[in-house]
């Protein structure tokens, strides 16, 4: 898995501007909004980069997590601007700083699915001070085969959506 660190550029602080993952979220009805989510993730999953704040020595980051409801979850950005801006409203970088943040591909993520399971991470929370939408670690490839089945990088085991 490639770990490409890239350095998010200074933006002042304010709020951020709505994303169609937003909106989708806002139109999901309900756990049983099959229609909704899988639009929602279908978006998701095809994000160019799945952003992640990075935490600890340069040269040994790895992407921020954050207990959720006593669950470990990745906190996971649908770009740069929004870890930028999470990591300023947490304290975590100064409005001036700018955010090392780690950039990957969906599909390298849910490749790295199983890593996660072994470092008892339960899922993945996406824009978590904005709309807060998760997937369970367990879900990641599930998920990816059932809203982009036979794209590069699926198991080729699509399920039906």
């Known amino acids: 898995m490639t770990n490409p660190s890239r350095e998010q550029p200074d933006a002042p ?14 139109q ?8 909704g989510m ?9 994000l160019e980069h799945w952003w992640f704040i990075a935490v600890g020595d340069p040269g040994q980051e ?9 669950q470990l979850m990745l906190l996971v950005f649908t770009d740069g601007e929004r870890a930028r801006h999470f990591a300023v409203q947490q304290g975590m970088i ?16 849910v490749e790295s699915a199983e890593a996660y399971r072994s ?8 824009d978590p001070h904005i709309s807060g939408y998760f997937i369970p670690v367990d ?17 080729g085991n699509a399920t039906e959506a």
């Open 62 to 70: 790895s992407p921020a997590a954050a207990e959720i409801d006593d």
């Open 13 to 26: 602080e304010g709020s951020v501007e709505e994303s169609e993952t937003d909106r989708l979220v806002a």
């Open 139 to 155: 879900q990641l490839q599930v998920v990816w085969d059932a809203v982009l089945p036979g794209e590069d990088g699926s198991s």
């Open 94 to 109: 100064g409005e001036q700083d700018t955010l090392n943040a780690i950039a990957l591909t969906p599909v390298e993520v």
């Open 38 to 46: 899988a639009a929602l993730w279908r978006i998701t999953m095809q």
């Open 119 to 126: 470092a008892d991470l339960a899922g993945l929370m996406f």
């Open 28 to 35: 999901v009805s309900g756990p049983k909004d099959e229609v």
